[in-house]
């Protein structure tokens, strides 16, 4: 039945034609700061360029799967968890944090600028991003208001103290030090898992998922969303730094904790495989709408960068 | 007609008895983040403690100005103001950008912290001040939601790339080169005035103010905000560091334009006692409801830190 679904279906074409569109909007709402400042420039570059845009095709692809639309609230959330998502980048390179000098092919933000410059960019595009996430209602929409705000703090709440924020902090704590398994897990599932997570459930939502289909979702997103980060682990290992767009290694120079190392390079991979299957799993309930999901879970493991 | 508002007002239990709320308020968002983490340490070191609270006192004076009563929605615009305020400075006193070891009398973030914790610390309070903006809302009140959706969007522009982080962009740019006065004007129109203002507009509009009432209180916080501007100026120069919580006279050593450099000490003082004035015109239409207001204009050029 999985197979049914994936046949016949040209991811490569449709993630390039989301790309393509979610790049337009993301471009579009910066024109609307001051583009010839260099707050603005430090934004474009950061935000604009050959990110894999994985959370906004995830948001706009699961409410395809639910049988809705692409509307303007739905393109608006894709947009801002992808400047969420290039902050918490950007902020994660500066030498205070992890200290990376390449990121997605080009410079850092923080040495293409300066550090001041790098920690207001990324602060900009956080607050944008809620900027984003409240304008362009069209007036008298009550039911979309209501959504709206929903879609804000699911945001908010993941990318905070209780999400995103957090697993950076785990994340830097466990440098150096051997934490176990679950300990790991706990940390991906904060740094990476909720706002990818967020993603999933704003498009099911936002698309008028049912309850049913907004669960199996979460399950769907919570499963890729480690299996991206075991693949991340896998890459960081074997992955060539001129697709990858940055450097690989870094994991075992910082002695860091990563599933080749508590399970070793093979058994990272099938875990993954396992993870991708669950998510599979999850979206039998669907009909072909949710072909793009499934060629996606494939991706999230077979990808080179 | 001004003196009689103002006369027989208690300034200053009015303010001891709204910033003891306003901790009051603040420090339970907090409690509903990690209490145990570090991160929810350095959040709460840095949010709770000896603040003016002029921004969240602002909104909430401005509410009940236009004859607005104490809703939740206004006391979480005013709290979510605070804690953008808050991470603001927490960012600002980084050693990439002012590079200040001391705030509030205490030591600043990332001094008592480490710079990463600095980092993501303000992030997580600028990302809590939307969550705490969306959330908590009564079931069914479309209209609440409206103004919800209003304020987040005058919030997040006031702070974001055409605000505040865009004149903090232009303070660094001027260290150690001459601005004029038009230039000075500007920068802090952007970095201390949209978000003083703003306090004051989602005060106004959730207080139910009209159109007019609005308009004037839009007129008295842009002079409150630039006299609040030209104050910490004067303070910087002729301050008491042990009153003030900070050190004085960084502004020459960092050969900032200040007004004192541009206009002389006395000029200064003569220009902030205009803006006032200005101001405090500016609350004529309004009845002994703007008592606090226009005690509070006061006090933004008498005040000592």
Redesign the interface.
Known sequence: MIDEKIRNFDLKHYLSEKRRRIDERLGSFLDC??PE????EA?RYSLMGSGKRLRPILCLAAAEAVGGGENDTVWRAACAIEMIHT?SLV?DD?P??DDDELRRGKPTCHVRF????A??A???L???A??V???G?PAGA?DD??R???V??MI??A????GM??G??RD??AEGKKIDLNALMALHALKTGALIQTAVACGALLGGGTQAQCGALETYASHIGLAFQVTDDILNVEGDPGQMGKAVGTDVIREKSTYPVLLGLEASRQYAAILVNKALQALEIFDNKARPLTAIAEYVIERKR
């Open positions: 700061s001051f400042s260099r707050l603005g934004m902050y902020h500066l205070a944090m300066d550090e001041a410059t920690i207001l990324g602060d900009a956080l607050t944008l809620f900027e996430l409240s304008s209602l009550a208001v209501c709206r705000i929903d804000i703090k908010a709440m990318a905070g103290c209780r924020i957090e950076q902090m830097m704590a």
